[in-house]
């Protein structure tokens, strides 16, 4: 079976701060790796993804996450945050599950901006 | 969010009562999913479907049924409403593709059982 866990259910930080939010994985197998955000009252919306090639992904909003595959891990990064990045952060991995690829997702992590 | 949507927004349902979620898409995907979000879970997958006419069942599937009778609806109902149902249900769409990940969801049904 495969996990997902988010070390840090909540991150405080200040405006214009760098960020690093935490993403831990267990699998035998490959597999695949994204970074969702949902604001307050809305669906999620996927941030980055890995499948292959480049460990480092770039994605929107200026996030980026990198895959470290020895540490089972894809933490997401951000070199200077904005208000407006408050919100909820789910990891997600995928790997094949009866012929489909079914994602299981983390806890969440909370980012608070504060100015 | 562009593309899916979900009705209703908001039900309070006592114990017992039955009801059922829809889900619509309009971008043509074949995969479809329905999550329930509790605080301090994250999203756990209750069912899935990779086509029309076919489902299969997810991480929390009790309780709970789906009918996938169109491409662009994914219907789920819950029979016999009980208090620990009460979460807010997502629902998803992919590409087959990209069949390893959700691409688009729904803003969420936000459903209480009294």
């Known amino acids: 079976a495969q996990s997902v866990t988010q070390l840090d259910s909540q991150v405080p930080v200040f405006e214009e701060a760098p960020v690093e939010l935490r993403c831990n994985y267990s699998?035998?197998?490959?597999?695949?790796l994204f970074w969702y955000v949902q604001y307050p009252n809305q669906g999620l919306q996927l941030l980055l993804k890995y499948l292959s090639g480049s460990t480092l992904v770039k994605g929107i909003n200026g996030f980026e996450a990198e895959f470290n595959k020895s540490q089972t891990s894809f933490h997401l990064r951000k070199p200077s945050v904005h208000i407006s990045d408050t919100a909820e952060y789910f990891c997600a991995v995928s790997k094949v599950a009866g012929g489909s690829y079914i994602p299981t997702f983390g806890r969440g992590t909370s980012l608070i901006v504060h100015p | 969010n562009a593309g899916v949507t979900q009705t209703p927004k908001f039900r309070v349902l006592k114990t017992g009562q039955s009801m059922t979620l829809l889900c619509a898409q309009d971008m043509n995907h074949e995969y479809m999913y329905w999550y329930r979000q509790d605080p301090g879970m994250g999203l756990r997958l209750i069912h899935y479907s990779v086509g029309e006419g076919t489902t299969a069942k997810g991480e929390v599937p009790d309780g709970y049924n789906v009918s996938r009778l169109k491409k662009q609806n994914f219907l789920l109902g819950l029979e016999s409403a009980a208090p620990s149902q009460t979460s807010v249900y997502f629902c998803?769409?992919?590409?087959?593709?990209?069949?390893?990940?959700?691409?688009?969801f729904g803003d969420g049904t936000r459903l209480s059982i009294l």
């Open positions: 699998s035998s197998v490959s597999v695949y």
């Open positions: 998803a769409s992919g590409y087959r593709e990209r069949q390893y990940q959700p691409q688009h």
